[in-house]
């Protein structure tokens, strides 16, 4: 419960900021899928897209999400778990 309290706070104090998923970035995401040379999952295409169309830093814990955002030259946070 903390976390999500810590979360929805966050979110309060525009630490975060939201978009709404579009046609044009289920476009995208159609098209990293079946083009991209790294394999992608359809959630991890779309955020992909969603990032790349507004220049946000993708945050992550998925190795295979930061390579390919990496790739993609979007700015990426990699959180390594030890």
């Keep these: ?3 999500r309290n810590q979360f929805v706070s966050h979110l ?3 630490i975060y900021r939201r978009t709404s998923l579009g046609p044009d970035h289920v476009r995208s995401a159609r098209e990293l899928i ?3 040379t ?3 999952r359809t959630l991890d295409a779309l ?3 969603m990032a790349s169309s507004a220049e946000l830093r993708i945050v992550t814990a ?3 999400l930061a390579r390919a955002a990496k790739a993609m030259s ?3 946070t990699y959180l ?3």
């Design 1 to 3: 419960m903390a976390i």
């Design 12 to 14: 309060e104090l525009g």
């Design 34 to 36: 079946s083009g991209f």
């Design 38 to 40: 790294i394999p992608l």
């Design 47 to 49: 955020h992909l897209a």
């Design 62 to 64: 998925d190795e295979g």
């Design 74 to 76: 979007i700015k990426t």
């Design 80 to 82: 390594a778990l030890a």
